[in-house]
């Protein structure tokens, strides 16, 4: 590990939430065990069933509304806050728990569960309330043209133009949390490693990616977070 790192990108995956008590996506009680992701996470879905579509989203957000940051999203923040050199987040979580905690500047790839995008004008509305096929966009005025600001699958990432400078540009990339199956996100280790950058893994477990990171730490990432925290802020 050098002295001090210019630039660090921090990746993070719904492994980081999931001390804060909000599931993951791919365990044995998660997510997508309970709820096909061709019904509640792809454009053809939204198309077919949009109501349905809506529900979903708007019952997940009283809990990542009332959710709070755990010791791993203030390490980040705190991270920001106090390295000499840039840091950056990425989330692929639609929660908010980075901005909770206070960091700023997150590129959310994946998009927000507060928030929703007008088919017809293409704005965003940020609401933590119900948004339906009813909802009228605050910007063109047109109703029903609301969608979750979720990148469903099949649609492009978000942000991705800063992701791509910032991957090329980090001398060092921090996987949280992420099982790494999903692209374009699970790729970043790798342009980030072709980039020049020291890679970095955090997970309970071992990954599908694990070929591409030079170090990994395994455990809780609220554990383990905080002490590589102190270690970069040392040096
Ligand atoms: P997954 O559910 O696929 O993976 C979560 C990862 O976090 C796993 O590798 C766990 O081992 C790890 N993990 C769990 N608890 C942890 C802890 N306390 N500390 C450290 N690691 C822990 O979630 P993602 O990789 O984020 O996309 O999933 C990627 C995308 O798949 C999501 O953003 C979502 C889904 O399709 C969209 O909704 C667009």
């Known amino acids: 590990m050098p002295q001090t790192y210019k630039n660090i990108v921090v990746l993070t995956g719904a492994g980081i939430s999931a001390e804060s008590g909000l599931a993951t996506f791919r ?4 997510l997508w065990n309970n709820h096909p992701v061709e019904e509640v996470a792809t454009i053809e879905a939204f198309q077919r069933n949009p109501e349905y579509v809506h529900d979903f989203y708007n019952e997940m957000k009283p809990e990542l509304y009332g959710a709070k940051p755990n010791p791993a999203h203030l390490a980040l ?12 987040i990425i989330t692929q979580n639609v929660d908010t728990l980075h901005e909770k905690a206070g960091s700023n500047g997150v590129l959310h790839i994946h998009g927000q569960i507060n928030q929703a995008v007008c088919l017809n004008c293409g ?26 600001n979720i990148v469903f699958f099949g649609e492009s990432l978000l942000c991705m133009n800063e992701v ?20 374009p996100a699970a790729a ?3 342009i980030a490693k072709q980039y020049g950058a020291e890679t970095y893994e955090f997970n309970l477990e071992t990954t599908s990616n694990n070929f591409y990171f030079d170090h990994h730490i395994m455990g809780k990432a609220g554990e383990t977070l905080p002490k590589f925290v102190e270690v970069l802020l040392a040096k």
């Open 27 to 30: 365990a044995a009680n998660g």
């Open 77 to 88: 923040s705190k991270l920001q806050k106090e390295y000499p050199g840039k840091v950056s």
């Open 123 to 148: 704005q965003v509305m940020e609401s933590w309330g119900e948004v339906n096929t009813e909802t009228v966009c605050p910007h063109c005025q047109v109703a029903g043209m609301m969608k979750p």
């Open 164 to 183: 791509d400078r910032l991957l090329q540009s980090c001398d060092l990339f921090v996987s949280v949390g992420t099982s790494g199956v999903v692209f």
């Open 188 to 190: 970043f280790v790798q």
